[in-house]
């Protein structure tokens, strides 16, 4: 789960990390407004969407009076903004956060993230902040100094001071550092998240530390953990399909390929995946409908395949098990009927009422392809859409 900027200040705040000055603003009056209350002669008004590359793209304006606050809010608030992380369509802007501006002396890079591999929690560093880290770490890998913690041990001291002196801090900014990553990390562990960046840590020109961004998911799995957390999610921010999946308890997660996945199990719906890859293609979602899955369910999944867009091409691989195959051919006949399907469709069918399931495939008039095997089916839908490039 993804949250705002101006949230994660918040929880910044209540850590104990220092923030600039600001607030939340949802019209350009409201902007005015908020900035009247900052003691401060210059403003940043900054765009909220969950995307990062703000800053180049446009969403982060420096301005030196009230009318230009207003001015920027008016022209942020309503607008599209496209960054490198949005794709193409940009994302809706909503709210701005207008802060205090300040003079800034150099701009640090402070993560924390999960390493699989090392099956812990990793502090990220690096004196190069400001720009886009996965760009540093590709071109310029020794500009970034990593802390691997113990998770029964925690932090330590020393860790954290390393990676002060590793970024060339000198006297009492490694103190201050120091204190900063440990204030992350705790605030990291006691909201069970799955990632952490300030980027830029900014050194003021008056030698203070002050995290001027501040981005913060969560681990979804441990979210009942935290109830206090659900009121911090943006339904504006997410995916429509995604949002209309949920309602019919359906696992639908989007992705970027083009050729919708119509699954039951999720072991089966990763294995499907896999093979698409394995032929040459990309999946444009994962769909596990689940073992029990109804007719009303199957109706509204493959609906949801057909509304998006990308899709050029639907496999559905299901396995009956208590889901039969009958009832999965039913849902997906519905659907077909009520919105037509303009793409091709492949369909491997296998286990209870297979049968039954096939012979109503084949007496409803929708155009499809019987595949045998998983294989065969992903070699089917790739040879159709083309290869993913
Ligand atoms: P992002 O591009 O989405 O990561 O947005 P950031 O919050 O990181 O802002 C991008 C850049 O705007 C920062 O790296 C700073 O250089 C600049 N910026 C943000 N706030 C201030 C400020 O208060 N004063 C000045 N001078 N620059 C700022
Ligand atoms: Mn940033």
Sequence with gaps: MKIHEYQAKELFRKHGLPVPDGFVAFSADEAREVAQRLDSNTYVVKAQI?????????????????????????????????????????KEVNKVLVEEGLGIASELYLGIVIDRAQE?????ASASGGMDIEEVAAKNPGAIKKEVVDLGQGLLGFQARNLAYALDLQGGAVGRFAKTVQALYRMFLALDCSMVEINPLVVTKDDRLIALDAKVSFDDNAL????????????????????????YNLNYIRLDGNIGCMVNGAGLAMATMDVIKLAGAEPANFLDVGGGASTDMIRNGFRIILEDPRVKGILINIFGGILRCDVLAQG?????????????????????????GREMLKNSGLNFTVADTILDAAE??????????
């Design 332 to 356: 997906v006949i519905e659907a077909a009927e009520k919105i037509g399907v303009g793409v091709p469709l492949i369909v491997r069918l296998e286990g209870t009422n297979v049968d039954k």
């Design 224 to 247: 009942f953990r935290h109830p206090e957390l659900k009121d911090l999610i943006d339904p504006t921010e997410a995916d429509p399909l995604e949002l209309e999946a949920g309602k």
């Design 380 to 389: 089917m839908v790739t040879k159709i859409v083309g290869r993913a490039s």
């Design 120 to 124: 812990a929690p990793v502090v990220i």
């Design 50 to 90: 969950h995307a990062g590359g703000r800053g180049k793209g446009g969403g982060v304006k420096v301005v030196s009076s009230l009318d230009e606050v207003y001015n920027t809010a008016k022209q942020m608030i309503g607008s599209k903004l496209i960054t490198h992380q949005t794709g193409t369509e940009g």
